[in-house]
Nanobody, 111 residues
Framework: QVQLVESGGGLVQPGGSLRLSCAAS????????MGWYRQAPGKQRELVAR???????YLADSVKGRFFISRDGAKNTVYLQMNSLKPEDTAVYYC?????WGQGTQVTVSS
């Protein structure tokens, strides 16, 4: 069974950067798309970024030009580079592979 472990969240000032990592166990990492979602208090979980097994990426309009998603097959890891962070980016960020979810990592953007 696949397990996902996220890391890299924290507190950052507006305009700052963070990089989230999601390490996947198991050998199916390379054949599935992976995604990053986020959920702010009182709001529904939303898709932020997604990367296919072939490296094709999707980014939500709200993060285009600021966030970048990538994957390292050798490390079974997907990354979310977040730049120019805004207070509205504050949320718990979750890694997703098919029906499997990570535990979530808190990102807080505040001065």
């Amino acid at each position: 069974q696949v397990q996902l472990v996220e890391s890299g969240g924290g507190l950052v000032q507006p305009g700052g950067s963070l990089r989230l990592s999601c390490a996947a166990s198991g050998s199916i990492f390379s054949i599935y798309a992976m995604g990053w979602y986020r959920q702010a208090p009182g709001k529904q979980r939303e898709l932020v970024a997604r990367i296919s097994s072939g490296g094709r990426t999707y980014l939500a309009d709200s993060v285009k030009g600021r966030f970048f998603i990538s994957r390292d097959g050798a490390k079974n890891t997907v990354y979310l580079q977040m730049n120019s962070l805004k207070p509205e980016d504050t949320a718990v960020y979750y890694c997703n592979l098919e029906s499997t979810w990570g535990q979530g990592t808190q990102v807080t953007v505040s001065s």
